[in-house]
T-cell receptor, first 113, second 116 residues
Framework: DAGVIQSPRHEVTEMGQEVTLRCKPISGHDYLFWYRQTMMRGLELLIYFNNNVPIDDSGMPEDRFSAKMPNASFSTLKIQPSEPRDSAVYFC???????????FGSGTRLTVV | GENVEQHPSTLSVQEGDSAVIKCTYSDSASNYFPWYKQELGKRPQLIIDIRSNVGEKKDQRIAVTLNKTAKHFSLHITETQPEDSAVYFCAASSDYSGGGADGLTFGKGTHLIIQP
């Protein structure tokens, strides 16, 4: 298995533009998580899915952020409109179930100018 | 919700010495405690984890201890080597019966520096 695959690896966009981050979890993993990492706030859980259903989105910072998981092999995190304070590394992770260790993707480094 | 505190934020040790990183958690329902290592520019990777029914777990040079009464757990690295230099994150989650894995709450990380 290729592991958790995220794209793009780097994204530079102008303030106000829409940004879409993509994630392909490990096949067979029922849980998918989106995290944001910054120096100031560390790793923050944004949202997670179980069997493609959003379970907890309380970490999504505001309505500009949305996430979907249309099927078991694909998820997106969208920011619209983007702002400079959204600049961070966004990680997707997946796991089998019930508290097992998560496998992280390589992350997307987002820079909003 | 869960709150995980991690100390120290930076730890510098001589190569060959031991390193200890400590974490505390707030939610007494938490029962799963993994540790991740993140090298510069790379993804966090799981290095060891422990469940609440175990007080200690060891894997070669790394070990984790858990004190549920005091709600703290620690990572111990012995005979440190240059390749141990990285940021280490502790985390905690609850494994509610029938509910499956909850999202991990991470500590802020410890930058471990191994001095040659």
């Amino acid at each position: 298995d290729a592991g958790v695959i995220q794209s793009p690896r780097h994204e530079v966009t102008e303030m106000g533009q829409e940004v879409t981050l993509r994630c392909k979890p490990i096949s067979g993993h029922d849980y998918l998580f989106w995290y944001r990492q910054t120096m100031m706030r560390g790793l923050e859980l944004l949202i997670y899915f179980n069997n493609n259903v959003p379970i907890d989105d309380s970490g999504m910072p505001e309505d500009r952020f949305s996430a979907k998981m249309p099927n078991a092999s694909f998820s997106t995190l969208k920011i619209q409109p983007s702002e400079p304070r959204d600049s961070a590394v966004y990680f997707c992770a997946s796991s089998l179930a019930r508290g097992l260790g998560y496998t992280f993707g390589s992350g997307t480094r987002l820079t909003v100018v | 919700g869960e709150n995980v505190e991690q100390h120290p934020s930076t730890l510098s040790v001589q190569e060959g010495d031991s390193a200890v990183i400590k974490c505390t958690y707030s939610d007494s329902a938490s029962n799963y405690f993994p540790w991740y290592k993140q090298e510069l520019g790379k993804r966090p990777q799981l290095i060891i984890d422990i469940r609440s029914n175990v007080g200690e777990k060891k894997d070669q040079r790394i070990a984790v201890t858990l004190n549920k009464t005091a709600k703290h757990f620690s990572l111990h690295i012995t005979e440190t080597q240059p390749e141990d230099s990285a940021v280490y994150f502790c985390a905690a989650s609850s494994d509610y019966s029938g509910g499956g894995a909850d999202g991990l709450t991470f500590g802020k990380g410890t930058h471990l520096i191994i001095q040659p």
